[in-house]
């Protein structure tokens, strides 16, 4: 089991930029798999982006609704994910969660589904104002 703390939301203004972190501890970092996905009131969890394991090319991928504008990455040196942010929108409003999984794939693309994560931070909150 890795334990995840997600830290850096906030409040923006439409246009600004955040940035989140994911710090991993437990177990090793560079095994897993980590994606970032975000829940809104009445609304199920949805994928933002995730980064595959280094030695299988630390490839990412990004849903429609952020690619351009969200940069995923992950310094496994320091167990952590990162989630950079730009351009932020009104729409990007919500609750943010880092999540890991044990996962094997060569592309993670294949890797958008909540149910492949095991393990979940508690969520860091993101709040876009117009």
């Known amino acids: 089991q890795v334990q995840l703390v997600e830290s850096g939301g906030g409040l923006v203004q439409a246009g600004g930029s955040l940035s989140l972190s994911c710090a991993v501890s437990?177990?090793?970092?560079?095994?897993?798999?980590m994606g970032w996905f975000r829940q809104s009131p009445g609304q199920e969890r949805e994928f933002v982006a995730a980064?595959?394991?280094?030695?299988?090319?630390?490839?990412?991928y990004y849903s429609d609704a952020v690619k351009g504008r969200f940069t995923i990455s992950r310094d496994d040196a320091e167990n952590t994910s990162y989630l950079q942010m730009d351009n932020l929108k009104p729409e990007d409003t919500a609750v943010y969660y880092c999540a890991a999984a044990l996962l094997i794939t060569d592309d993670v693309k294949f890797a958008q589904s909540a149910r492949q994560y095991s393990n979940w931070g508690q969520g860091t909150q993101v709040t876009v104002s117009s």
């Open positions: 980064v595959n394991i280094i030695r299988r090319g630390g490839g990412t």
């Open positions: 437990g177990r090793t970092f560079r095994g897993y798999v």
